[in-house]
Each structure stands twice: as structure tokens, then as C-alpha cells.
């Protein structure tokens, strides 16, 4: 069962407007808290396209 593709773009903008952005930081780097965020954006963000 998957969620409507307008569900996911709904989520997308979410996620631009509350979520802190880190492309500016070394991925690597990153906690493990900030990672699943970046994994997140980006599941959400597969989803909605």
C-alpha cells in the first residue's frame, strides 16, 4: 500500500520548510540523527517525484 503521490509532495514541502538543510556539511560527518534526517528528505523526496 503506498501513499498518494500529492501526500508525499505535501511532505516534501514539509520537510523544505521545518527540516535544517546539510548540504552544507560534510556528510560524513554527520550524526547519526542528522543522517537518518538527510535520509528522510531524501526517501520523502524519491517518493514525491
Do not use: C, F
Not at 509532495?9 to 542528522?34: C, G, M, V
Amino acid at each position: 500500500m503506498t501513499l498518494p503521490k500529492t501526500l508525499y509532495r505535501a511532505l516534501a514541502k514539509l520537510n523544505k520548510a521545518l527540516l535544517p538543510k546539510q548540504w552544507h556539511k560534510d556528510l560524513a560527518r554527520l550524526s547519526k540523527l542528522e543522517k537518518l534526517l538527510v535520509g528522510w528528505r531524501i526517501w520523502v523526496t524519491y517518493r514525491a517525484l
